[in-house]
């Protein structure tokens, strides 16, 4: 296992030290076919050559192996939040999938491997570029979004920020069945960086109801052609449209794709709650509503108002719904979901022990 830890790193400050060589600033440091083909091949030879030469001065007692295994070995993949921080040194490669980042570098030099080009210092990260970090370099990798998901390897370090952990609140809410998800293979599907669809919304609403078993247990037609026939999302579609949760597009269309905002959003909650119902349509005070219920405060209302509204959002505003109380005053709608069996007070607990940031 050691000898590939070594491997791994040594591979990567050769990688460094031939990408930092192959140019200037101006022009491609190495192209994609000379880092793939020809580097490659000779780095082969002279990887097997080094280790050999380790191998050698461990057995003599000249190597400490307790700084070989700091960093990752392989390519690592992990969920951020805005402020994290993931410092490099020589040979740490880092891959963004989701979200937004920024590249600082307080000296030596970050090659950006998809396009064989040294970036500056200030540098927004492109996602699915691979960026390496050469000789005698010393940079950070910053989340400047509210989450992304970042893959990384070698030597390197990651600070936490203070900032509101959406990530941790979808766990919580995945925890408590309230929240799934999508098919992306990364980032444990949470997709938090996209715009919420109208079909992902209802579906939501239906858990925060309570009432996805019934949903599921829906049989029938519905008059919108854009939803598939025998699907899941036919049965949550037709379940919300017969008990007057939803009244669709128009007549005919239900645009399950079509991105929703934070009032359409916040407005199902306030409904689930039995705050509002469908057959308010007026949306402009939604979240002033929400604010007046106690589900969102000031701070929130304002800042979702200005923000592009995400998938992390929706999880946001789903969470600290669960601390809100019904209209009755006498229990919150986590509490009144625990009595109808959607989870336990055990499990709603434990749940909230994994959010550790505060509100906004």
Same mark, same amino acid.
């Not at 070995?73 to 020589?90: C, F, I, M, Y």
């Not at 980042?101 to 000296?107: K, L, R, S």
């Not at 949550?236 to 669709?248: D, H, I, K, L, P």
């Given at each position: ?113 998809? $396009? ?67 098919? $992306? ?17 209802? @579906?939501?609403? @239906? ?154």
């Amino acid at each position: 296992m050691m000898r590939k830890i070594l491997m791994m790193l040594l591979a990567c400050a050769l990688l460094a030290v031939a990408a930092a060589a192959a140019g200037g600033a101006e022009d491609p440091l190495a192209s994609l076919s000379y880092l793939t083909g020809a580097f490659t091949s000779a780095l082969d030879t002279e990887v097997d050559r080094r280790l050999d030469e380790s191998d050698r001065m461990i057995s003599e007692g000249g190597v400490d192996l307790g700084t070989a295994s700091e960093g990752a070995a392989v390519w690592t993949e992990t969920r951020l939040k805005r402020g994290d921080l993931l410092t490099a040194s020589t040979g740490t490669g880092a891959l963004l999938l989701a979200g937004e980042g920024q590249i600082a570098i307080t000296g030596g030099a970050v090659v950006d491997v998809t $396009t064989g080009r040294e970036v500056p210092s200030g540098s927004a990260m492109v996602v699915n570029h691979r960026y390496l970090a050469a000789e005698d370099t010393s940079a950070t990798f910053i989340v400047t979004s509210k989450t992304a998901v970042m893959s990384y390897q070698g030597p390197c370090g990651i600070t936490e920020s203070g900032d509101v952990d959406y990530n941790a609140m979808a766990a919580a809410l995945k925890q408590l069945n309230l929240f799934r998800g999508t098919f $992306t293979g990364y980032g444990e599907g949470y997709d938090l960086e996209k715009a919420p669809t109208r079909l992902q919304a209802l @579906i939501m609403f @239906i858990r925060v109801l309570g009432e996805e078993e019934q949903a599921l247990a829906w049989t029938g037609t519905t008059p919108f052609t854009d939803v598939a026939r025998g699907s899941e999302a036919e049965k949550y579609v037709g379940y919300a449209y017969e008990q007057g949760y939803t009244n669709g597009f128009s007549a005919t269309k239900f645009r399950p794709g079509s991105a929703v905002n934070a009032y359409q959003y916040t407005e199902f909650v306030l409904r689930a709650m039995g705050y509002s119902s469908a057959a308010n349509t007026n949306l402009a005070d939604t979240l002033d509503r929400a604010r007046i219920s106690g589900v969102l405060t000031a701070g929130e209302t304002a800042a979702i108002r200005a923000d592009k509204f995400l998938r992390a959002d929706l999880v946001y505003i789903s969470y600290y719904a669960l601390d809100a109380l019904m209209p009755a005053g006498d229990r919150t709608l986590g509490q009144t979901l625990a009595e109808q069996g959607v989870f336990t007070e055990r499990d709603w607990l434990e749940a909230k022990t994994l959010v550790t940031s505060s509100r906004m």
